[in-house]
């Protein structure tokens, strides 16, 4: 095992140069930098903490651009108490909630990331496209993807901050 305690790591994506991997947890609203080479190699740090939704996948496209992440849900206090919880809390959680009737809200959300900060935030609610999982850029549009949704939502990418 490289990467212990990840609670529900759910992306993946390479830095351009290969001397990192970022790994999305979406049960910690967090994405997390494993070093590859270079002084720190074999070591994991925070790359992005406290995000404003549960991070799915990871998309990075141009070797100069940013990384892409989804954000499947915006923040839910109950579940995040949870998440914070044991781990057999978190057990008997999962076990009622897979049970549970499930309707994602009618946010969708994607963060660009240059180095671990933010440099543009999606963000819509009320949208017809619900629980956005992925994320890619293809002729200067963003193209977002869903478990919930028959099809893909094409939309501009935002002005860079």
Not at 42 to 67: I, Q, S, T
Not at 102 to 114: C, M, N, Q, Y
Request: proline residues 10%.
């Amino acid at each position: 095992m490289v990467l212990d305690g990840l609670q529900f790591a759910n992306g993946l994506a390479a830095a351009a140069d290969e001397s990192f991997l970022v790994v999305a947890e979406t049960g910690t609203r967090r994405l997390t930098r494993y070093r590859l080479t270079g002084p720190g190699a074999g070591r994991n740090e925070p790359f992005a903490e406290n995000l404003p939704g549960m991070p799915d996948n990871l998309w990075r496209g141009a070797p100069d651009g940013p990384d892409r992440a989804a954000l499947a849900g915006p923040r839910v206090p109950a579940p995040e108490l949870l998440h914070r919880g044991t781990p057999a809390l978190r057990r008997a959680a999962a076990r009622v909630a897979v049970r549970a009737p499930f309707r994602p809200t009618g946010t969708i959300a994607v963060l660009a990331f240059d180095e671990g900060r933010v440099v543009h935030h999606l963000a819509r609610r009320h949208s017809g496209y619900r629980m956005v999982t992925s994320v890619c850029e293809a002729d200067g549009h963003l193209v977002l993807g869903s478990l919930r949704e028959p099809g893909a939502a094409v939309c501009e990418p935002p002005v860079p901050k």
